[in-house]
């Protein structure tokens, strides 16, 4: 049944960049149907409080002029407004606007919605050139459409800092996939939300689909609305990929990465596997393979980015970093362990933040959005230099007694961009995370245990109330119950009760709160007759039941009673 209730969802990554955004700044903000731009940034533009101005495609580009005038929200632009009331042609109304944008001391921003649909006509693409083209002034752009392409073309000239958004930061965290999801009246198992999720790329119109339709004929519907709304015009380009003919240049890779129609590389991408693939939720509505490609002509701009990796290798003497991130905090510099504890708070704050961070590595205005979001831009500069400093200090004691460039390089600030360096440092839930998506795609009992001997805990247990943190955290949660789910019913298919047990105790421990788990457990211990411990187990998995008003299954509690109780029970 179809829920009207609506749920805020927040994209802290797109709010990151634009809040980055200078002004005369230009935004290019793109991505398929589903991921919400235009709501994602109308929540930006209002909690930001700086006027705005939309422009929308209408009709034609007249009407989308007269529409920004009658808009209630944003402030007056004058000129427009007399040139629509006299109703001046086009031309003159775009000269106005124009006008406009210049002479506002104050900054405005200009959102124009749509804007790859204006760039597909001639007088639109005019437009949206003279827009982008204009001597700088105090005045943002935004531009927003589905295709990158046009985008470009439109922004190709501009004089002004460029920045381009994709779909990744439009993309839903597992707990709003669960919100959206609840809101329709979803109840099934939050493994299963969470492979959709990740199935999708991430797109939240394609998880409210699929989760409301499952009261009609849920293949149909969401498959329908994939191949018209999401993948659209770009249905002919995924097929010609997936067929493996010819070859692909990266820069068209990362143009339909950045709409949500291709996932990248584990190393690019967090939801990537073992290289360029189809979301299987639109391979699925195409009838195409979701494999990775293993065609694709990486281009002179993957091997530039290689020879620039290999240019720097690691030196041989310099000790390695294990980061054990999963459970309290223990790191391992070579031989020595150190403690979360004897980090400072903020150093230990950035280490994990930069974990979080795909090939470990953040701009500084990410870090310091995430980790000094009150201060002031000098003194975020000030406290990320310092964090900086005494993580160095802490992964190697020696670092202030070092000649200049002789120092293990574990934290790489350079520019504008703060990382790990990849080759000297290693997290476990990177490994963990690696491990799920390899299951994933193969299982494997040998990676499977090796991601249960990783986990000692949930990762960042020292910064609980972190919400980037609680985001990793339940990645790896939901991907780790889903690979033991999927285990220990293969297990038990094959007859190996014992691995089953196992498998599932182990997955009880990472997370106690499943009831689901705690049932499957207590009925795995009573088909071998251990009978005390099946009771405890189904009393926990009874009581998590009952305490968020669901009435466990009759045969759960049978196994809450004692044996000669539940005798007399049956001979009733």
């Known amino acids: 049944m179809r829920s009207d209730a609506q749920v805020r969802v927040d994209r802290p990554l797109l709010e990151e960049h634009l809040a980055a955004l200078p002004p005369s700044g230009l935004a290019l903000i793109a991505g398929s149907a589903g991921y919400g731009k235009s709501s994602a940034v109308a929540s930006w533009c209002t909690r930001s409080g700086e006027p705005t101005r939309w422009l929308r495609a209408a009709r034609d580009l007249h009407d989308a002029l007269a529409l920004a005038v009658d808009e209630d929200e944003g402030i007056r632009l004058p000129r427009l407004a007399r040139a629509m ?41 005019a437009t949206l050139r003279a827009i982008a083209e204009r001597a700088p002034d105090r005045s943002r752009v935004i531009l927003i459409g589905r295709r990158v392409a046009g985008l470009r073309l439109a922004s190709a000239r501009a004089r002004r800092s460029v920045v381009e958004i994709g779909a990744q930061a439009l993309r839903l965290s597992p707990l709003q996939a669960r919100q959206i999801a609840e809101a329709r009246g979803w109840r099934g198992a939050p493994t299963l939300l969470e492979e959709l999720r990740r199935s999708a790329a991430g797109n939240g119109g394609v998880v409210a689909a699929w989760t409301t339709a499952r009261a009609g004929d849920p293949e149909f519907e969401v498959h329908d609305f994939v191949r018209r709304d999401v993948v659209g015009g770009s249905a002919p380009t995924l097929r010609r990929l997936a067929s493996r003919e010819g070859a692909a240049d990266i820069e068209l890779l990362e143009s339909l990465w950045s709409e949500g129609l291709l996932l990248a590389p584990a190393s690019e991408d967090e939801l990537g596997g073992e290289g360029w693939s189809l979301p299987h939720v639109i391979a699925d509505a195409l009838q195409l393979s979701p494999e990775p490609f293993s065609h694709i002509t990486r281009g002179e701009k993957a091997r530039r980015l290689e020879r620039h990796r290999s240019a720097t290798p690691a030196e041989p003497s310099q000790e390695r970093v294990q980061v054990r991130d999963l459970g309290p905090i223990e790191i ?19 280490l994990l933040f930069l974990a979080t961070r795909p090939r470990h590595t953040a701009t500084r205005e990410e870090v310091i959005e995430a980790l000094w979001p009150d201060a002031e831009p000098e003194g975020g500069v000030n406290s990320l230099n310092q964090a900086i400093y005494h993580l160095r200090r802490a992964l190697d004691p020696a670092y202030d007694d070092r000649p200049t460039g002789e120092a293990a390089a ?30 994933r795609r193969r299982a494997s009992a040998e990676e499977l245990d090796v991601i249960l001997d990783l986990y000692r805990g949930p990762f960042g247990a020292d910064l609980p109330f972190e919400g980037w943190a609680t985001e990793h955290r339940d990645a790896i949660e939901v991907g780790i119950v889903a690979a033991v789910e999927r285990a220990a019913i293969a297990a038990h298919d094959a007859g190996e009760i014992d691995r089953a047990i196992d498998i599932v105790g182990r997955a009880v421990r990472i997370d106690p709160a499943n009831a689901d788990l705690a049932e499957s457990l207590a009925m795995l211990l ?41 005798r007399r029970h049956e001979q009733r």
């Open 85 to 125: 009331r006299r109703n001046a042609d086009t031309g003159a109304g775009i000269a106005a606007l124009l006008g406009d944008l210049g002479a506002l001391g104050g900054g405005l921003t200009l959102v124009i919605d749509d804007a790859d649909r204006l760039a597909g006509e001639a007088e639109g693409l």
């Open 332 to 350: 391992l510099v070579g031989n020595v362990r150190l403690d979360g504890t004897q980090i400072r708070p903020r150093s230990l704050a950035l």
């Open 410 to 439: 574990y934290v790489r600030h350079e520019s504008e961009v703060v990382s790990m360096h990849p080759e000297l440092v290693s997290f476990d839930s990177a490994a963990a995370l690696r491990g799920i998506d390899a299951i």
């Open 526 to 566: 009573a088909e071998v007759g251990a009978v005390a411990a099946s009771r405890r187990a189904a009393n926990r998995a009874s009581g998590m039941l009952r305490e968020v008003g669901v009435e466990p299954p009759l045969e759960l509690v049978r196994l809450t009673r004692p044996v000669s109780d539940a």
